[in-house]
Nanobody, 117 residues
Framework: QVQLVESGGGLVQPGGSLRLSCAASGFTFSSYAMSWYRQTPGKERELVAV????????NTADSVKGRFTISRDNAKNTLFLQMNRLKPEDTAIYYC??????????WGQGTQVTVSS
């Protein structure tokens, strides 16, 4: 079955950096676009970045453009999100997403990112 496992979250000071990872299994990773989303309490899940199946095309939300970079390693079935110059408003649970795969979108369990001094 499809599994997505995020890691790399934590507490960081404003201006700091974190690198999130998402280990994927149960599907042909290199055939599907992948995305990162984030969510804070009381708000809808927000698309942060998306990358095409081979990594040739990426798009990031305006709120993180120039600070966050999405990438992937298809040989290792892993998705990344490099987050630089973090701000308190980046605090959220970050989720990786795959799909739709056979009509369904899959989500990881999420990893908490807290930006605070």
């Amino acid at each position: 079955q499809v599994q997505l496992v995020e890691s790399g979250g934590g507490l960081v000071q404003p201006g700091g950096s974190l690198r999130l990872s998402c280990a994927a299994s149960g599907f042909t990773f290199s055939s599907y676009a992948m995305s990162w989303y984030r969510q804070t309490p009381g708000k809808e899940r927000e698309l942060v970045a998306v990358i095409s199946s081979r990594g040739a095309t990426t798009n990031t939300a305006d709120s993180v453009k120039g600070r966050f970079t999405i990438s992937r390693d298809n040989a290792k079935n892993t998705l990344f999100l490099q987050m630089n110059r973090l701000k308190p408003e980046d605090t959220a649970i970050y989720y990786c997403s795959a799909g739709p795969i056979w009509g369904k979108t899959y989500w990881g369990q999420g990893t908490q990112v807290t930006v605070s001094s």
